[in-house]
């Protein structure tokens, strides 16, 4: 199976900040690479969909970078409710695998 | 827009059968994307259980390959999911969700929407 390995596992910020999730596959997965907020109690929500496509109606201060084994998801500018996990995943080959997660907090 | 509701047994007794079903609304079973579950759980993340193709054939999460049993009804337009010999490790939160695909080889896919999720418990 392909593991998934994002980094940090959390990170506290402030409305406003710049923030940059790492994730890093065990192989190769070309841009095979989606991305998803989940909030407690509910279900994850896809953000970002092959490695950089925003999924409609999610804002443009969120954006995905990478290529390969290394990939990235950058909020630009937080907002309160961005405050969430956030998850990738590979769709390149099954069985699909996620990360472990960051924790997005507010500092 | 397409929903999807899980529902089921919250309880299971260990080493029994998970039956879970998902029904859809807003999209056909007949439509092409493929019918999915994941499951969350504390200790093991988000995991990946398999999928069902619009015509019937599946493709199972090896880890659980020899458990699972996936089939679709499109007369009801909802998919199930059957879990055999469950035991206190597959207490989690089980999800349906749609998978998506664009082109490319492989063909890229994403998982939208997500049903909301039901906590399945495996106690006596």
């Known amino acids: 199976d392909i593991q998934m390995t994002q980094s940090p596992s959390s990170l506290s910020a402030s409305v406003g900040d710049r923030v940059t999730i790492t994730c890093r596959a065990s192989?190769?997965?070309?841009?095979?690479v989606n991305w998803y907020q989940q909030k407690p109690g509910k279900a994850p929500k896809l953000v970002i969909y092959?490695?950089?496509i925003l999924q409609n109606g999610v804002p443009a201060r969120f954006s995905g970078s990478g290529s390969g084994t290394d990939f990235t998801l950058t909020i630009s500018s937080l907002q309160p409710e961005d405050f969430a996990t956030y998850y990738c995943?590979?769709?390149?080959?099954?069985?699909?695998?996620f990360g472990q997660g960051t924790e997005l907090k507010i500092k | 827009q397409v929903q999807l509701q899980e529902s089921g047994p919250g309880l299971v007794r260990p080493s029994g059968t998970l039956s879970l079903t998902c029904a859809v609304s807003?999209?056909?079973?007949?439509?092409?994307?493929?019918w999915g579950w994941v499951r969350q759980s504390p200790g093991k993340g988000l995991e990946w259980i398999g999928k069902?193709?619009?015509?019937?054939?599946?493709?199972?999460n090896p880890s659980l390959k020899s458990r699972v049993t996936m089939s679709m009804d499109k007369s009801k337009n909802q998919f199930s999911l059957d879990v055999r010999s469950m035991t206190a490790a597959d207490t989690a939160v089980y999800y349906c969700?749609?998978?998506?695909f664009g082109g490319g080889t492989p063909a890229i896919n994403w998982f939208d929407p997500w049903g909301q999720g039901i906590l399945v418990t495996v106690s006596s």
């Open positions: 995943q590979q769709s390149y080959i099954t069985p699909f695998t």
């Open positions: 192989q190769s997965i070309s841009r095979y």
């Open positions: 092959v490695t950089s």
């Open positions: 807003g999209a056909s079973l007949s439509d092409v994307y493929c």
């Open positions: 069902i193709y619009p015509a019937g054939s599946v493709d199972y």
């Open positions: 969700v749609i998978e998506r």
